[in-house]
């Protein structure tokens, strides 16, 4: 249980261009999704914590007008990465997280989706 | 958010029990401790989560004392396929959950 999908798992894209990413909760209602960044050799980077219906919080630094978040559902949010650059270039990890189960809230997350952007 | 502080590396061999310990002295008093195992370019996988005392399941056990200032993760019969990093983290429930990831601790297995 508790499986969440990230398509796609790579993409390749030129500068100027907009990428979208999926990330579904296959079998649980995911409340809260969670988007991180990682660059190579460095930890998971928190991006911004969206809820089901609302809008997405965006960590300090994290342009919000340039990672679009959308969490329609309870099973699916997207990241759209718009008008993207070289720099942009990295590994975007998902995650889910459902309702309280009485053992504390667990994220689990996606396989992570590497954009490359040329 | 509660910062957690772990190795950075550990070295094992096969077959040896590896147990990994971290500190988070600052955790609050409805924070869970959660472990997770990352390979390259994949996600973070959950391992185990814990509250207090210790937690089994079938890939490791938790260790937490009753400060709950630290915890210490157990792999049994660790293998190669164990080779990963390994991250200590403390929800906040105050804080819709949000997790703060360390650099973690590079585990590596060998023959």
């Known amino acids: 249980g508790a499986v969440v999908s990230q398509h796609p798992s790579w993409v390749i894209c030129k500068s100027g261009t907009s990428v979208k990413i999926e990330c579904r909760s296959l079998?649980?209602?995911?409340?809260?999704m969670f988007w991180y960044r990682q660059f190579p050799k460095q930890s998971l980077m928190l991006m911004a914590t969206?809820?089901?219906?609302?809008?997405?919080?965006?960590e300090q630094g994290v342009e919000k007008d340039k990672f679009l978040i959308n969490h329609a559902s309870l099973t699916l949010s997207t990241l759209t990465v718009t008008s993207a650059h070289p720099e942009d270039s990295s590994f975007y990890i998902c995650?889910?997280?459902?309702?309280?189960?009485?053992?504390?809230?667990?994220?689990?997350f996606g396989p992570g989706t590497r954009l490359l952007v040329l | 958010l509660a910062k957690t502080t772990q190795p950075i590396s550990m070295d094992s061999y096969e077959g040896q029990e590896v147990n990994i310990t971290c500190s988070h002295n600052?955790?609050?008093?409805?924070?869970?401790i959660t472990w997770y195992q990352q390979f390259p370019s994949q996600g973070p996988r959950f391992i185990i989560q814990?509250?207090?005392t210790k937690v089994t399941n079938e890939v490791a056990s938790l260790f937490i004392p009753a400060d709950r200032k630290s915890s210490t993760l157990s792999l049994p019969r660790v293998s190669l396929s164990d080779t990963a990093v390994y991250y200590c983290?403390?929800?906040?429930?105050?804080?819709?959950?949000?997790?703060?990831f360390g650099a973690g601790t590079t585990v590596t297995v060998r023959a």
């Open positions: 814990g509250y207090k």
């Open positions: 983290l403390v929800g906040d429930g105050r804080n819709d959950y949000k997790l703060s």
């Open positions: 079998d649980f209602q995911a409340t809260t």
């Open positions: 600052n955790i609050a008093t409805n924070d869970y």
């Open positions: 995650s889910g997280m459902g309702g309280a189960s009485g053992r504390g809230e667990t994220q689990y």
């Open positions: 969206s809820n089901e219906g609302s809008k997405a919080t965006y």
